[in-house]
Every structure is written in C-alpha cells, then in structure tokens.
C-alpha cells in the first residue's frame, strides 16, 4: 500500500460526512425505513423499562436499576445518534450545525462506556451474591453512586473527542468535514485504549 493510499484510508476513518457512494437506492431505502423503526421501539421500550422500575417499588433491585440504567444509555443513543448518523454518512459534506459534530462522537462514547460499565457493575454484582451469598447486598445508596461514577467516568473518557473534533476542509474534495484533530499524534491512540 502507497503512502497516498494510507492517507485516504486513514482520513476516512477518522472523519464524519465523508461521501460514500452508494450503487443502489434500495440500501438507502432501506436506511430510511429502518433507522426510524429502531428510534421508535428504542424509545418506547427503554422508557417502559425506565418507568416501571421507577413506578414500581418491588422492581427497585440493584439488578433492576442498572438496567434503567442501560435503557438511559440507549435513550441517549436513540435521541442524539441514531437520528443524525444516517444523514451524515449520506451527506457529501458536512452541512450540520457545528456543535453536532462536537456532539455526536462525544454522545456515542458516553453512551457505549455507561453501557460497558454498567454490564460490569451488574457482573460484579451477580459475582458478589453468587460467590457471598451469605453477606449483605449492595445498598440502594451505594449502586446510585455506582451509576453516578460510571456516568461521571464516561463523559470525561469521552469529552476529548468533542474537545478535538471540528469541522475541517477534506484535502480530497475540498469541502467542509467533521473531523478528529489531534494536537499530536499519540494522542488518538491513547484516547482510543480507553
């Protein structure tokens, strides 16, 4: 592989709104119909799962609300996300409001820590009660502060890609793009370990 091509692969990885060509109507037809079918169930399934563990005071386990706390992550992905990202993979350039390309990689992250933390905060849990059956069970105080850090953790993991993502000019096209700028370039690997 030349060292142009790996530049162009490389851009392309790292930039939002690049164009992609699509061959047929059919797959963006298909986008189209499924992206909102996936916001809607999303939406009323999470919110569901949300308000009867909220309601319901024998549904308030430990186990119970962090899954709340997993459907308050894919609320987040379901409002923020999922309705943009079709029309930026479709789009030539980036024509979307500035704050949305700062936005959208900060909420994606945010959203996939809070979900992989809180899956391990749930295994450590079930690990405890399995393993210890016979100690006391995690407070309803203690798994609030549980998902309290696993939010507060996520969103500084993710806040440098909104801290260093802008709109650019794409060398290839010469029109405005979302994109990762690094200050250097060690710094996108670290950031991406974690």
Not at 52 to 61: D, F, G, L
Not at 77 to 98: E, Q, R, Y
């Amino acid at each position: 592989m030349n060292d142009s091509s790996q530049y162009d692969e490389m851009f392309i990885n790292q930039t939002m709104g690049v164009e992609i060509e699509s061959s047929s109507t059919v797959m963006t037809l298909i986008v189209a119909i499924i992206y909102p079918l996936i916001i809607i169930f999303s939406t009323v399934g999470n919110s569901i799962v949300i308000l009867t563990v909220t309601r319901s005071t024998a549904m308030r386990t430990i186990t119970n609300l962090f899954i709340s706390n997993l459907a308050a992550s894919d609320l987040l992905m379901s409002f923020v996300a999922a309705p943009v990202t079709p029309i930026v993979f479709h789009m030539k350039n980036w024509k979307l409001p500035t704050f949305l390309c700062k936005l959208l990689p900060v909420t994606m992250g945010v959203s996939v820590y809070v979900s992989t933390l809180t899956s391990t905060a749930i295994a450590a849990d079930r690990y405890l009660v399995i393993v210890h059956p016979f100690r006391t069970r995690m407070s309803h105080s203690i798994c609030g502060l549980i998902i309290a850090g696993v939010w507060l953790i996520s969103v500084l993991i993710s806040l440098p890609l909104g801290i260093y993502t802008k709109i650019g000019i794409d060398p290839r096209n010469n029109e405005p793009s979302c994109m990762e700028s690094w200050p250097h370039p060690l710094s996108r690997p670290v950031s991406e370990k974690y």
